[in-house]
């Protein structure tokens, strides 16, 4: 499976969108992006996942260049309890064996 | 989604003994994994629970520390064997669905004294 460079930190103002980055270069054409997040303590959430097209759910959206060299995890309007750990992974379609970096940590500031 | 549960949510325990942790799904999945997550660090994969057969361990995971059982395609155990202070950390039972999405339990936080 590809590997993923994330920021370790960022800070967003509470109501503003928050943009989390992935650099994954070397990922191939059959690998999906997945993004999770954990929220202290807890297990991982899954957030969003996409191939190529950019997507859009009830909690993010996620966007791909065109390349699909890099993406973007976009909270539109961040809260308090969108404070986590966010980590994005590249993966096979079919076989999902996750490895997990280190990921952002994303710290929502009222 | 997949729902599931694992139990204990927490334990402590001696040096030496072991701990077994359930995993229940509350659907057929066809994957299954175990995972550790120690203090401060990033989730790390234990093995993949085969139903019917012998779990598949990641490098530096063994059978005879992490015991894994798969009866069927909703429920699996991890054990913990002779338990060190070092084994603290939480443990998570995940899942594929049928959409190819993964979930994750709530985790067992096992502290070791």
């Known amino acids: 499976d590809a590997k993923t460079t994330q920021p370790p930190s960022m800070d967003c103002a509470e109501g503003r969108a928050a943009n989390l980055p992935c650099n994954h270069s070397t990922i191939s054409g059959n690998e999906y992006v997945y993004w999770y997040r954990q929220i202290h303590s807890q297990g991982p959430q899954y957030i969003i996942h996409?191939?190529?097209n950019n997507e859009t759910n009830e909690m993010a959206s996620l966007i791909i260049t065109e390349d699909r060299k890099s993406s973007t995890l976009i909270l539109p309007h961040a809260t308090l309890r969108d404070t986590a750990v966010y980590y994005c992974?590249?993966?096979?379609?079919?076989?999902?064996?996750?490895?997990f970096g280190t990921g952002t940590k994303l710290q929502v500031i009222p | 989604s997949a729902v599931i549960s694992q139990k204990p949510s927490r334990d402590i325990c001696q040096r030496g003994t072991s701990l077994t942790i359930q995993c229940q799904v509350d659907?057929?999945?066809?994957?299954m994994f175990w995972y550790r997550q120690q203090p401060g660090q990033s989730l790390t994969l234990i093995a993949t629970a085969n139903q019917g057969s012998e779990a598949t361990y990641e490098s530096g995971f063994v059978i005879d520390k992490f015991p894994i059982s798969r009866p069927n395609l909703t429920f699996s155990t991890l054990t913990v064997s002779n338990m060190s202070p070092e084994d603290s950390s939480i443990y998570l039972c995940?899942?594929?669905?049928?959409?190819?999405?993964?979930?994750f339990g709530p985790g067992t936080r096992l502290t070791v004294l």
């Open positions: 659907s057929q999945v066809t994957m």
């Open positions: 996409g191939l190529k």
């Open positions: 992974i590249v993966l096979r379609g079919g076989y999902q064996k996750v490895t």
């Open positions: 995940s899942v594929v669905s049928s959409y190819n999405e993964q979930f």
